[in-house]
């Protein structure tokens, strides 16, 4: 995850804008820094609505990997979270494509190995869907680690790239 500096940033300074893909729209948020946030469905978001160059690039990014032709994402990326959270995002970057893991791997690999249930909570927070892969994040028998609309949407994901990788 491309994390960019820290500093204030406005409502005005964010824009967000809503684009078509194969499985419905996508609607991407985005600061001067990066992008901000990536959410399913026509969703309002903080800012002002119009397309940027970088939310451009983030929709074609996306539309490349529903495509089948890209396995990570190159965008600058600015998330609001806390520290903690921050730090999951970024653990899951490194996930590689088509694999899965637990909150408790994460957990883990932060080094905080009590924390699976915070982890299981930043993931469900991730305000960056499909970017940041928590589509990659599994409970322990291998099912989503969300029951609801969200938690399909991630199967879905996590299933398409298992078939394209021949898993």
Not at 26 to 32: L, N, P, Q, V
Not at 121 to 149: F, K, Q, S, T
């Amino acid at each position: 995850m491309h994390r960019q500096e820290e500093g204030p940033m406005t409502h005005s300074m964010l824009s967000h804008y809503s684009y078509p893909t194969p499985h419905g729209p996508i609607t991407i948020c985005t600061s001067e820094r990066g992008v901000r946030a990536v959410a399913f469905g026509e969703v309002q978001l903080a800012g002002t609505r119009r397309p940027t160059e970088l939310s451009n690039r983030c929709a074609t990014e996306l539309l490349e990997y529903f495509a089948g032709k890209r396995t990570a994402f190159d965008v600058p990326l600015d998330p609001e979270g806390t520290e903690f959270q921050k730090s999951v995002w970024e653990a899951l970057s490194r996930v590689p494509f088509a694999t899965s893991v637990t909150s408790g791997d994460i957990a883990h690999n932060l080094g905080k190995p009590k924390s699976y249930r915070a982890v299981g909570a930043a993931v469900r927070e991730n305000p960056l869907a499909v970017i940041v892969p928590d589509h990659r994040v599994v409970r322990a028998h291998g099912r989503p680690i969300a029951a609801d609309a969200r938690g399909r949407i991630r199967e879905g994901l996590l299933h398409m790239e298992r078939e394209r990788a021949g898993a």
